[in-house]
């Protein structure tokens, strides 16, 4: 899954950087036309990578990608649903210590 992921980012920023590079040949500079296309793909993965961080921080909605980002929102939310489940459990089993004595 997480190669997918990796494989999923790398064709965002080739296929952006390719079509900013597209449109720079048409003004005779591809150079530029790549390095826009850059940024604008670090812009984008900005933009995601701060939508990770609000909802980590509970202040948004978990971030809906297929790439990256997605894949460590996922990651996140197995995480928690584990650790949850760890500590409901150990909760039942110190209830169930403390009836005992």
Same mark, same amino acid.
């Given at each position: 899954m997480q190669q997918i992921a990796w494989q999923r980012e790398f064709l965002r920023i080739v296929f952006i950087v390719a079509l900013a590079t597209a449109a720079g040949m048409s003004f005779d500079k591809p150079f530029w036309g790549a390095l826009v296309g850059l940024v604008v793909s670090q812009i984008l993965m900005l933009r995601r990578l701060n939508e990770l961080f609000r909802? /980590?921080?509970?202040? %948004?909605?978990?971030?809906?990608? /297929? %790439?990256?980002?997605?894949? /460590?929102?996922?990651?996140? +939310?197995?995480?928690?649903?584990?650790?949850? &489940? $760890?500590? $409901? &459990?150990? %909760? $039942?089993?110190? &209830?169930? +210590?403390?009836? %005992?004595?």
């Open positions: 909802w /980590s921080n509970n202040q %948004g909605p978990a971030p809906q990608d /297929s %790439g990256l980002v997605g894949y /460590s929102a996922d990651v996140l +939310i197995r995480r928690e649903r584990t650790l949850n &489940k $760890k500590i $409901k &459990k150990q %909760g $039942k089993q110190l &209830k169930r +210590i403390a009836e %005992g004595i």
